[in-house]
Each structure stands twice: as structure tokens, then as C-alpha cells.
């Protein structure tokens, strides 16, 4: 029988529903999907609250049939909120997000941690809508709740204002397609049954909307072609007045910093926004003259829901920057708009935020501007690339954490941590991981000096 995620699923990639049904061994689920799927049941949960009251149809490890069963019971009963409202018809199962009854009239609710209705939902709806007006349900509208990018968190969650509801396109939308779902159904449910695995090419139904957790099974398949080794140079390239200039222009004391952030979907904090990046930890190496000793500190937050990492992080930032006249970032759009969004949520920092703003110079112009290139960094400017042909001896590679999302996620999961040893453990690979940001940017900025 076919589910909603398996129609969705075959909608994007017919190889990919005959897999999940015949080979879901070969399924690998990465950090980022499960990223995307936890945060999706955690703003499923709260959207509950805009329909407060109803009943639930799933329970867990509960059969299918029982919990159409179980639906119908809450509707004969008059219940007029129901979550995961299960339904089959035409050989297909979909549990609905809210089915809730407005003016005496049912609609369905789909609810997506999302900031906009994407074009994927709009495939996800048709075919609840097209399942349960085909079960006999009257049912009036279907909607997309999506989350809304300009509420601001000023104390409880407002759950009215936090989600939007379309205002009716969505509707509109899937009328038009009720009669391809039923096709559709029936094309996907003989691949689901079909013993023979269907050719596909890879392409980019493979890593959108998502990375397809069959990637690398897929993969594994491409046969391999042999390519002539060719062994890159790790001899510079480089624009010497360019870099001179660049190198000049650097005024001490400098120092190197670099921001570490979460993106939770529900603001966790007042002065916050579904999806804003809130710096919770960065790294500052600094010197006072070329000569001087490279000296380090840093912040990291406490792992505590109840705190918000900012204001701390705004006062210590300012206070060991304060004697720099260059900051060096690297890409400095992102620290830019990090601080520049400090200053919007705290403007009683705006003065000496908006100093350190001036201050920043971005260590990546050299390198995005092919003054200092070589053939090991493969065309990237990113740091990455850079650090280890500019200083082979160091790596990311052996790093527990080697990345901003994985310090990212890393982080979130400390707020619902009990485990001592894994918090201390996990803190300690934070402070590693942005460490070696800028230390790498010392390093970097050291190779230019000598060009």
C-alpha cells in the first residue's frame, strides 16, 4: 500500500520509492536529513496549539487500519480537532497533520517547518485531499501552515503569530491536479509492487528538495571510470603587488574571529526569528604588532534554553576587540550580517557593534580574486581548500566536528542533553573545531606576509 511520504517520495524519484519498499538496507539517512526531520515533528507538535483540544488518531505502534478506525470513531463523535487523522482509499494511506472543522466545515491542515508554501507541498496536499474526499469525508479546503520569517519572539511563544496559513492558493492548486494523483497512484503503486529495480539517472532529484538517503547506494552503481592520475601543483601562483598591497593595507592590533550559530526553526529567544542564525560560540586569536605573541580566547554559551547566548557573547566580543583597528573574518558576509542583526535585536550595543563592523577585512580576497592560487585548491577560495595548500600540516579531516552545520546540530542536541560526559565531551570538540577557524586564518595571513 502506498503512504503519502511513499507518493512524495516516488513523485521525486520513482527508483527511490522501489528502493525504500525492496532495499531500504541501502538507506542512509545523514545528519542534515535528520536535521530536516526532527525539526519537522518538533514545529508538528507546537502547530497542535493554533487547534488546541483535539484528539489524537495515531498511537504509538499502533496498526494503520486502527488508526482509520479511530478517526472515524472521533468523527462520528462530533470531535472536531483531529491530529495524524488517517484515511485509505484507492489502495493509498495519509495521515493529516490537523483535520480540523472551521464554520462547521473540515479542512486539512499540512503543516511544514518551512518559512513559504514550496512546490512540494503542493503534490503533499493534493494527495490527502484526493484520499480523503475519495474516503467520503466533505471536505471543504486543504492548507499549508508554514512558519512565519518575520514573527519576533517577545516572551511566550504567540502560536497565531508564529504559523501562516495560506489564504486559499493552495487550493486552488491542488483542484487542478486531482486528476494526475489519481494516475499517479496508480504508476507508483505497480513500481512499488514491480519485482525489478527501475533504471534511473541520477540527477538532480537526488539531492533536491533533500539529499536522497539512497545517494550513495546509487551512486555505488555508476561504473567507474578511469581517470590518468594527474598530480595537482602546490606551487603558488600568485600576484605579488596585489598581495603586497592587501598585506599593507592591514593595520595592527589585529586579530582573527570566527562565528559559530544555531538556526532553530522555533525561536528559543526574545528578539529572535524562525531560522535566524544566533551566534552561540566564536574564536578570537589576536596580536598586538607583527612581532608580538598570537594571543587566543573565545566563548561558548551554556548549553541552557533558558539563556540566550547573545548578550553575553555581544559584551565579551566588545571587550576583546575593542583595542584591534583590523578584524579578519573569513567571508565576511557572514559575520556582517551576524553583528549587523546584534545590533537590530540589542541596539544598546549598536555604537560599539557597528565600530567592530568597520573594523572587519575579509582574509578570502586574495584567494577569491586569484591573487594567491594553486592548483591543489581546485578553484575555491574556501578555507577549507586554502588552509591545507597554503599549510599542509593542518586538517579537518581529524576533527570530531569539521564543519558549521555539525557544530551547529552539535550544540542544539546539548539543550536536550543529560549526559555529563557527552556535554563536556561535546563542548570540548566546539572549541576545537572554531579554534582551528582562526588559527587557520593566522596561518593563511602569515603565508602572505612572506609573499
Known sequence: MLSKS????????????????????ERIVDEALQTVLARGTNV???ARQYFPNGKMAVLEDYPSFESVKRTQEFINQGVEVIYEATFIFDNTLVAVDILAKVNGKWNLYEVKSTKSVKD??????????????GSGLPLKNAHVMHLN???????????QKLFIIDDGTVQSKIELLQSEIERDIKLLSAIENDNIEPIVKMGSQCTSPYSCDFYDYCNSLLPVVEEESVELSSIPEVQQNEVKLFVNSIQYPLCHLDFETIMPAIP???ESRPYQQIPFQYSLHSQETQDSEIKHEYYL????PNIDPRKALIKQMIAQTKNAKTIFVYYAPFERGRINEMIKDFPEFKKELELIVAKLVDLIIPFKKKFYRTETMKGSSSIKKVLPALNPEFSYSELEIGNGMA???AFLNLYNCDDKDLIEKTRENLLKYCHLDTLAMVKIFEVLQKV
Open 268 to 270: 528559543m529567544f526574545d
Open 120 to 133: 512540494q507541498h503542493i503534490i503533499d496536499v493534493a494527495v490527502q485531499y484526493y484520499v480523503i474526499k
Open 6 to 25: 511513499k507518493f512524495t517520495r516516488g513523485m521525486n524519484c520513482q527508483k527511490s520509492l522501489w528502493l525504500y519498499v525492496h532495499k531500504k538496507d
Open 407 to 409: 557544530a551547529s546540530n
Open 301 to 304: 554559551a551554556e548549553n541552557n
Open 149 to 159: 520569517g518575520d514573527y519576533v519572539r517577545r516572551g511566550e511563544i504567540e502560536i
Open 44 to 46: 508538528g507538535e507546537l
